[in-house]
């Protein structure tokens, strides 16, 4: 299974070869490095760490800087690892550009979704809040009651509270590849990618096609 990582850029909006307006995600996507491989007969599994985005050796740990140096590779920001199917041939060291993918296949992107806070019932679940006639004056976006009385008589597990919202990993499926530039490490997307603008993307070959 092919992957790469990439910069989440911005979305803008491009035209179909019938003259149909869509919105569409544009990725800085790679250059990316094998930093190591992860064979099923010693690590139970077989994937792919790929690096990302050069980045001072300042900024870096002394072990993450030990365990590129020893790959020849320069200091990078991010390595994440991607599953990849047995016999599929990769070298420590090899690098990885956005044409891995061509214009008209299928993509599984995952990313950090944007951090929104403390939000309230309403913003969170999508609440319908509480009457706003009939002598309410503060109930209006309040969640209403939590519990039952004697029995069960507490609040149950799970319940839709308010809380932190965003900032959780996300997985968006079956977008389609567009366009692929490899010249400029570009690659976009048909539809909207999780996370905000210069988030970590993970792109890699749809697992459900159609």
């Keep these: 299974m092919k992957g790469i990582l990439g910069k989440k850029v911005g979305m803008t909006q491009v035209f179909d070869s019938a003259g149909r ?17 992860k064979t099923t007969g010693r690590d139970g599994y077989s994937a ?14 002394r072990p993450r800087t030990g365990h ?8 990078l920001r991010y390595l994440r690892e991607i599953r990849i199917k047995e016999g599929e041939k990769y070298e420590e060291g090899q690098k990885i550009l956005a044409d891995i993918f ?13 951090g929104k ?3 309230g019932t309403m913003k969170r679940h999508h609440f319908r809040g ?7 004056s503060d109930r209006q976006r309040s969640p209403g009651s939590i519990g039952a009385c004697k ?60």
């Design 151 to 210: 029995t069960p008589g507490r609040v149950l597990k799970g319940m839709r509270m308010s809380g932190h919202m965003g900032s959780v990993r996300r997985t968006v499926s079956n977008l389609l590849v567009t366009l692929v530039d490899p010249e400029r490490n570009l690659l976009v997307v048909k539809g909207p990618a999780p996370g905000p603008k210069g988030g970590l993307l993970i792109i890699r070959e749809a697992r459900k096609q159609g």
């Design 48 to 61: 792919i760490q790929l690096g990302f985005e050069e980045a001072p050796a300042r900024k870096l740990n």
């Design 68 to 75: 590129l140096r020893r790959k020849g590779l320069p200091p």
């Design 117 to 119: 806070g403390f939000a």
């Design 21 to 37: 307006i869509m919105a569409v995600t544009v990725i800085e996507a790679g250059p990316c490095f094998v930093a190591q491989l």
């Design 130 to 136: 509480g009457p706003a006639t009939h002598g309410q």
């Design 102 to 114: 061509a214009e008209g296949e299928r993509v599984d992107i995952i990313g950090t979704s944007k």
